[in-house]
């Protein structure tokens, strides 16, 4: 009797918070934007704010262009990685902020783990940004959720036994 109890009460207390920090986290895909384009998400934002009816998030939407041409939607805070033809790479946490150099001929960039850096446009071989990807988030979460359930029965039967 003592092990069913400590199997059902015990080990579920423990493994929530574990459960709850995993499952909360989000999953990130990086879309790639034309170099020119990251200026125009200067100011992103998601932020909370409160009216009479309770608490709401807002978020600042930006479209900018992908290489191919097509219209990307960039959706709150986002981070970048760049990558060199040199093939060195720079990831930029948000809050990030770009600027064309007046020549246009330079990308200057800095974010919330670097300090500005100016890199010559011709030297960029791919500018990718951060936006979260709920469907990877929602599997991760069920099959996590599914995972753990699935434990905690097998930990009751065998106590059971």
């Known amino acids: 009797m003592t092990k069913t109890r400590i199997a059902c009460t015990t080990f579920p207390r423990r493994s929530l918070l574990g459960l709850f920090l995993i499952s909360s986290m989000a999953c990130s895909t990086y879309i790639p ?17 409160t009216n009479s009816y309770g608490q709401l998030v807002a978020v600042r939407v930006a479209h900018v262009e992908a290489p191919d041409g097509k219209i990307v939607e960039v959706k709150g805070d ?9 093939h060195r790479e720079f990831e930029i946490t948000h809050p990030v902020r ?11 960039i800095a974010g ?15 500018v990718e940004i951060s936006q979260p990807d ?11 959720g599914v995972g ?8 009751v039967v065998a106590a059971g036994a």
């Not at 600027?99 to 200057?108: V, Y």
């Not at 709920?134 to 069920?142: F, R």
């Open 33 to 49: 934007i034309k170099p020119t384009e990251l200026p125009k998400l200067n100011d992103s934002f998601v932020a909370p704010a």
């Open 78 to 86: 986002f981070d970048v990685r760049i990558r060199l033809h040199d």
């Open 98 to 108: 770009a600027r064309l150099e007046s020549s246009g001929a330079a990308l200057a």
């Open 112 to 126: 919330g783990n670097r300090a500005e850096v100016v890199i010559p446009l011709d030297r960029i071989s791919t």
């Open 134 to 144: 709920v469907g990877g988030s929602v599997v991760t979460g069920v099959l996590i």
């Open 148 to 155: 753990t359930s699935l434990g905690v029965f097998l930990i």
